[in-house]
């Protein structure tokens, strides 16, 4: 006896895309914003050159972003966020995951481990490219273990270290204070480069990618600080136009 199955009619969702796509990722990579090229022209550089680079951006104005898209699309990129709360072992652990080096033992001493991770990124016999983000959260002091990073692959691989305003403050106040280790990596550094805040044709591109022609509604957006701040008062906008 044959047997049916019944199919059930897929559920819809209405208005999706003001539901969602605001947190779409792909919407900030197709709205080509100044400062996500800019973020992936500087990423190219550091890997080509072997660059050691500082790049000073403030909240919510896609150097994230920008990071993360340049790992995805690119080979030999490691990107590794620092937190608060992290050690420079810590760090050292997630660099070590990242180059998927399962075989070195995490229980090995600080030097052991920047040791493995400058091996490994020698024998990838190409270049390569560390970020550092949120650099911000460095504590006094850690900034000496990147430096050991650099000085053990400086040739063959760029590092970025990319933070706030007060990153750079910081860095500064204790190169001025002679404190151990930051005018060694305060030398080694040969960009400081910082991000500008978005501008209006950004505000263009992404009102664009939801066919927003209002003017008023454009410059209004041009006032705020952030990125994300943004694309939540276009999908309030589309809420309530739609």
């Not at 605001?22 to 400062?35: E, I, W």
């Not at 691989?157 to 190169?175: A, V």
């Not at 209006?200 to 209002?214: E, G, M």
Request: proline share 3%; charged share 30%.
């Amino acid at each position: 006896m044959e047997t049916t199955t019944e199919i059930k009619p897929k559920k819809t969702v209405k208005n999706r895309s003001l539901t969602n796509d605001r947190l779409q990722p792909k919407n900030q990579l197709k709205a080509q914003t100044s400062n996500l090229k800019r973020v992936m022209e500087i990423c190219r550089l550091a890997q080509e050159d072997s660059l050691f680079i500082a790049l000073i951006a403030e909240t919510s104005q896609g150097k994230t972003f920008g990071f993360n898209e340049y790992e995805i699309t690119n080979e030999n990129v490691y990107k590794v966020e620092i937190t608060p709360s992290m050690t420079p072992k810590q760090f050292y652990l997630e660099l070590q995951r990242k180059l998927h080096l399962e075989s070195v033992n995490s229980k090995g001493s600080l030097w052991y481990l920047i040791e493995k991770n400058a091996q490994s990124l020698w024998e990838l016999k190409k270049k390569s490219l560390v970020i550092v983000d949120e650099a911000g959260n460095f504590k006094k002091g850690m900034h000496k273990y990147i430096r050991e990073l650099r000085d053990k692959t400086k040739g063959f691989c760029g590092i970025i270290m990319s933070g706030p305003g007060y990153f750079k403050k910081n860095m500064t106040d204790w190169e001025k204070e002679g404190y151990p280790g930051v005018p060694e990596v305060m030398s080694r550094i040969n960009h400081w480069i910082t991000l500008k805040k978005h501008n209006i044709n950004d505000v263009r591109k992404i009102c664009a990618l939801y066919n927003i022609t209002d003017e008023d509604f454009i410059n209004q957006c041009d006032q705020y600080n952030y990125l994300s701040k943004i694309f939540d008062e276009v999908w309030k906008y589309l809420k309530i136009n739609n």
